[in-house]
């Protein structure tokens, strides 16, 4: 944890914007670095050896890409500074470089790209480099990506006023992050605004969401279904971008993977009832049932016996389903009895 400090870094005009990358554990394995502990929403942290990290400022715009996706967009509230802080660099054993990855299935597991030697963790050479460490928060302010934007997506590739592909904070434009915005957050600005004006936007926009904790990769989930499936509901057809949720069809916590057809992309009344088991699809007619107790509301008695919206190909996985459907039909008997 960062001791608290008052922070000098306040910006004194035109607030600037910057992507901020993240990236989960797993993706990061190739990092010579001990990683910092991130957490997308919350806080961005960094320290003096990232290029930029200097100037970013209080009232900056920020927007953070977590692994291939934009998760959000959000402004810097605080910085809290250490500036005796420590970052663990791992080296090369033979070459001393950083730029040794991680094998997933080869022996040793980590590999050279600067001397193509072959080596184990176990034989990285450490070293202490002082640093100043940042945590930039943002909290308050965050508004989660309503629709999927990929790190290849011409609206944030035009957007970065560099072509870095390396640093971890890249200027933004800011007229040419309005159009980026609009998309993700599913609104319409109708005029570019500055930078200033999307901070005020978010500000006073009465965004102040809930921070919710996510499944691991539940954000990345949602918008590989929406590449997959559009947005649509597969209950109830087309739906905003904001409503849609990513169901899964299996116990997530006993099998802590996303599969793209172990899931359905549902609005989000449907996905709490079909998540409860009042809303389940019949596995040899692929028409949605419905709990008795729910025929008295008139927007669920409408949806029983509705074909699920999706092309043939894109159906889910039909076991998935069906232990769903004996699962719900127990949970209708109970109900009835
Ligand atoms: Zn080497």
Known sequence: MHPRCDNPKVA?????????????????????NSGYEDSVGLYYSYDSNVARSSRVAIGDLIVVRHDDYIAGWGTVESIDV????????????????????????K??????????????????????????AYRA??????????????????????????????NAIRPLDPV???KLIEHISGQDFSQPLTSLELAGHILGGGHSLAIVRRRRGQREFRFKMMERFGERCAISGEQ????????????????????????LLLRRDHH??????????????WKVEIAPTLRRYETYAAVEGVELQL???????????????????EMFDRAAG
């Open 137 to 166: 928060n943002y909290a308050g302010s965050w508004t989660e990506a309503v629709r999927p934007v990929s790190f290849r997506d011409p609206l944030l590739t035009t957007a970065q006023t560099t072509t870095d592909t390396f």
């Open 272 to 285: 709490a009832l079909f998540d409860a088991n009042l809303v389940t699809v019949n596995p040899t007619t």
């Open 12 to 32: 004194d005009a035109i607030p600037q914007s910057w992507l901020f990358v993240m990236k989960s554990d797993e993706a990061r394995s190739w990092a010579a």
């Open 240 to 263: 905003p971008a904001q409503v849609l949720e990513a169901a899964h069809l299996y116990s997530y916590a006993a099998r802590p993977e996303h599969r793209s057809d172990g899931g």
């Open 82 to 105: 250490d500036p005796n802080a420590t970052k663990d660099i791992r080296r090369c054993p033979r070459c001393q470089r950083t730029n040794w990855y991680a094998r997933a299935k």
């Open 107 to 132: 022996v040793p597991a980590l590999k050279c790209n600067g001397c193509d030697g072959e080596f184990e963790i176990e034989d990285l050479i450490h070293e202490s480099m002082p640093v100043t």
């Open 311 to 329: 092309p043939r190909k894109m159906l889910p996985d039909r076991n998935l389903i069906e232990s769903h459907y004996r699962t719900s039909l």
């Open 176 to 178: 040419r992050l309005t």
